[in-house]
């Protein structure tokens, strides 16, 4: 069973910055691709960004790119989310698991194991 827990929220305030870390138990995180997912208030949630498992590719949701980064440190079992510049929109809580397939971040439902209790991301003056 793939499990994470997610930690490194808080509150910050716009256009401060956060470093989200995923600690993966019970399997080797370097057979898989990693995604982090995010839901805010009233919202469904949604992939924000993904790291692939063999070659390290990463892909993001447009609104995201360039704020956002997302890298692996496979002899730790540790998937990161950097994020920079933040924005009242990025407040939420951010989720890290495995998708199916790297393409299939997009889709929150299409992943392998079940979901941590996630890290509150809160961005406010």
């Known amino acids: 069973q793939l499990q994470f827990v997610e930690s490194g929220g808080g509150l910050v305030q716009p256009g401060g910055s956060l470093r989200l870390s995923c600690v993966a138990s019970?399997?080797?995180?370097?057979?898989?691709?990693i995604a982090w997912y995010r839901q805010a208030p009233g919202k469904e949630r949604e992939g924000v960004a993904c790291?692939?498992?063999?070659?390290?590719?990463?892909y993001y949701q447009d609104s995201v790119k360039g704020r956002l980064t997302i890298s692996r440190d496979d002899a730790k079992n540790t998937v990161y989310l950097q994020m920079n510049s933040l924005t009242p929109e990025d407040t939420g809580v951010y989720y890290c698991?495995?998708?199916?397939?790297?393409?299939?971040?997009?889709?929150?439902?299409?992943?392998?194991?079940?979901w941590g209790q996630g890290a509150q991301v809160t961005v406010s003056s």
């Open positions: 019970g399997f080797a995180l370097h057979y898989y691709a």
């Open positions: 698991a495995a998708p199916i397939a790297g393409s299939d971040y997009v889709r929150p439902n299409r992943r392998l194991g079940s």
């Open positions: 790291i692939s498992a063999s070659d390290d590719n990463t």
